[in-house]
């Protein structure tokens, strides 16, 4: 199961970049190439960028130093675990999935040296990682979970009264939805959905027809809860619970009746998730996606996992099934999905063990007058999760059901099962307003939430389009056209960095924008006729548009602040975003670094600049923010002789971003606006030294602490304090 490898798609002419029209005189470093970089420099390749791989895990590294942390509360720390195994399962999922595709040969994994280090240097560091991540899972946060009276525990832990339960809910809930099969030629080895908790059981002795079947596999249902939480009654004043593997271990013996169990493990298998169809032969892209969705759980094997204890012949015998080498085995002392663990966190109410409850503001000036008149005054800038996404929704619910409103357009990337927003759509379109919608199904593990939604707008009358094939849509838009006094049409316009999503809006960071602006507006319309219409995009004097645009635009606001420093004057550069892979992007940088721009990049996750290195990078630092919100905004800032150019976007500096997606940078105008960015989502990330991590020359990331005198200052906790409400420190 593989997509159509986007990167190695040609691109069309007119989207390849071009600065040929630049007004911006470069410096000599500005054009080099990479072999010309490395002659100046001296240095080898390796030394001008980091490895990406590497720099995606050393983020996990960081989420997991989060569940070590011993200031956060105990249930956060499990919570932090369990990111760590669901970041870990897309890298393999994906990334991990994507390198072997590109590297295989008729069903031969490729040999040549460079592929096989890089594959032994992600296997080294992920089984470190992992067993790391089960040690902090063992060693601490059971045992004092234990100690606040909460105890998962095993079956040789279990009193008499406990058994008796458990072997009661087997019976009762669990081993009736158990399917046990035993291999042999009738019964092959069985399709193992992806991720999904399984046993391998080695029997003694002759089965029921007097065949000697030596190996069963068991599938634990997915409709059972992964944690199960004991009566109060037989928890001794505490909480007692089990996990549904355990519950299985302890009698799986009953599901083979005069046969003698040998040896069993639970185990897990990770599968290539990306999906496939061939875009040029599909007509209709939902229906196609539907067809694929169900095969997405059986792509081919990435990774194994099986209990710590699982012997050398079961997990053999697992590898060869799913043709996989050794080094993709992983052995685990616990659970072997810690993901679900999270159902633990949600059997527990006890406030001690999480962060202090954190309620968004709400400015009632925003709540409680016509969001169109405030918006005729003043643009409106939304900080979340600090301040309340409720504003965007009831922006677009006024909308619905204003009679003046004439059009609604808005893309989705990803919005839930769940949404207020949608409804709204919906609503509106029921009513007779001409609705659009730019759905984008290709939204990585939101295609089914997609596909429901797309159905649902489509009978209640609304325009669905999804997007333009081969190109994510990934802009984050929504357009209100408005029949106001003398019959004028005026443009409301949504841009944001975050997702139109209920959940993650709590607890992504984003900037969102609301705007009036004639011509701001009158041009996200023009992004919503060229998505829908196909058309060649008109020029953008406001938005920087991928992939015609973006990443030119970029690069030549960096050669411009890279003249004003060979000019004399100060130049400066602070952007933040989730990624920055894109070498063209960082060979611009390096380039304005050697001029004498000063260079601040906040990157939560992976980055392949190194910064820091004489001769190439001595003016760029590197930091990354792991905090208890999930650091989301995209911000790019540029001095330009105090102009104080902002922009908010979608994209990170990415290649896929950048030429792979429709992405929409945008520029902030008002001066109050500009300085509430800096003022909240760049000032307080540079200063933070609690929950910030700086980036060395030599890859490794080192956490900031306060020097002796130095006040402790965390960027997310000041912006709790400052704009949020019920935030008991």
């Known amino acids: 199961m593989r997509t159509a490898m986007l990167e190695n798609i040609p691109l069309p002419p007119e989207v390849e970049p071009t600065l040929k029209a630049e007004s911006v005189k470069p410096s000599k470093q500005v054009n080099e190439s990479e072999s010309a970089l490395m002659t100046r420099t001296g240095l080898p390749r390796s030394a001008i960028f980091l490895d990406r791989e590497t720099s995606q895990i050393a983020f996990n590294w960081r989420v997991l130093a989060q569940a070590e942390d011993r200031s956060i509360p105990l249930m956060e720390r499990l919570r932090y675990l369990c990111i760590v195994g669901s970041n870990l399962d897309e890298f393999f999922e994906v990334r991990v999935a994507s390198l072997l595709a590109q590297n295989t040969i008729d069903g031969e994994i490729a040999s040549h040296p ?20 089960y040690g902090v899972l063992n060693t601490e946060i059971l045992p004092q979970l234990a100690k606040k009276g909460i105890h998962l525990i095993r079956h040789t832990e279990r009193n008499e009264a406990q058994r008796a339960w458990v072997k009661a809910y087997f019976d009762r809930e669990v081993r009736p939805l158990l399917t046990p099969i035993g291999l042999d030629p009738a019964h092959p080895f069985p399709l193992v959905v992806n991720k999904s908790l399984n046993f391998i059981v080695s029997l003694a002795g002759k089965d029921a027809f007097g065949r000697g079947t030596a190996i069963a596999i068991v599938k634990a249902p997915r409709v059972l809860p992964r944690v199960i939480r004991l009566p109060d009654e037989l928890s001794n004043k505490g909480t007692c619970m089990c996990l549904l593997s355990s519950v299985i271990h302890a009698h799986i013996g009953d599901l083979f009746n005069g046969r003698e169990v040998l040896a069993y493990s639970q185990f897990r298998v990770t599968r290539d998730s990306d999906l496939w169809v061939d875009e040029d032969e599909v007509k209709n892209l939902r229906q196609a996606l539907q067809g694929e969705l169900q095969g997405r759980q059986f792509g081919l094997a990435v990774r194994l996992e099986v209990a710590k204890n699982c012997p050398e012949e079961l997990s053999n015998f697992l590898l060869q099934q799913f043709s996989l080498d050794k080094e993709r085995l992983y052995h685990v002392d616990g659970p072997v999905n810690m993901v679900r663990l999270s159902e633990l966190v949600d059997h527990v109410n006890q406030a001690n063990l999480r962060f202090p409850p954190f309620a968004a503001k709400a400015n009632p000036k925003y709540s409680n007058t016509d969001i169109f008149s405030l918006l005729n005054k003043q643009d409106v800038l939304l900080h979340h999760p600090f301040q309340p996404f409720q504003t965007v929704i009831d922006f677009i619910r006024s909308a619905s059901l204003d009679p003046n409103v004439l059009a609604i357009k808005q893309t989705i990337y990803r919005t839930g099962m769940n949404s207020d927003l949608m409804e709204s759509l919906i609503t509106a379109a029921r009513q007779g307003k001409e609705v659009t919608v730019i759905v984008e199904l290709m939204a990585r593990f939101d295609e089914e939430a997609n596909i429901n939604w797309a159905d649902r707008l489509e009978r209640a009358g609304a325009q669905v389009v999804y997007g333009v094939v081969g190109l994510k849509t990934h802009a984050k838009l929504a357009l209100v056209i408005r ?16 997702n139109y999503h209920p959940t993650t809006t709590k607890f992504y960071t984003d900037f969102g924008l609301l ?18 219409g196909l058309t060649k995009p008109k020029k953008l004097d406001y938005l920087w548009l991928a992939p015609f645009a973006l990443q030119p635009q970029i690069i030549k606001a960096i050669r411009n602040e890279a003249r004003v420093a060979r000019e004399g004057r100060p130049g400066r550069i602070i952007a933040k975003m989730n990624a920055l892979v894109d070498e063209t992007v960082i060979r611009a940088l390096y380039a304005a670094s050697a001029d004498g721009v000063k260079i601040d990049l906040i990157v939560r996750g992976a980055c392949t600049l190194r910064p820091g290195v004489p001769g ?12 208890r919100f999930l650091e989301h905004s995209r911000i790019y800032y540029f001095r330009n002789d105090l102009a104080h150019d902002t922009y908010l976007g979608s994209a990170d500096w990415m290649s896929r971003n950048l030429f792979r997606r429709i992405e929409v940078a945008f520029p902030i105008l008002e001066k109050s606006s500009k300085k509430r960015i800096m003022a909240e989502g760049i000032d307080p990330y540079l200063k933070d030294n609690t929950n910030a991590w700086v980036l060395d020359s030599d890859g490794t990331y080192e956490r900031k602490k306060p020097r002796s005198k130095q006040i402790p200052f965390c960027a997310q906790r000041h912006l709790m304090e400052l704009l949020g409400s019920n935030f008991d420190s």
């Open 515 to 532: 705007t009036a602006h004639p011509q701001l507006a009158a041009e996200v319309n023009e992004v919503f006729i060229h998505l829908t």
């Open 616 to 627: 190439l990078s001595e003016n760029i630092k590197v930091r990354s923010i792991i905090g």
């Open 114 to 133: 460079a592929f096989l280090s890089m594959m032994d240097r992600i296997s080294n560091e992920c089984h470190e990682l992992v067993s790391r991540q």
């Open 483 to 498: 029949r106001e006094e003398g019959g004028v049409l005026r443009h409301y316009a949504h841009l944001g960095t975050g």
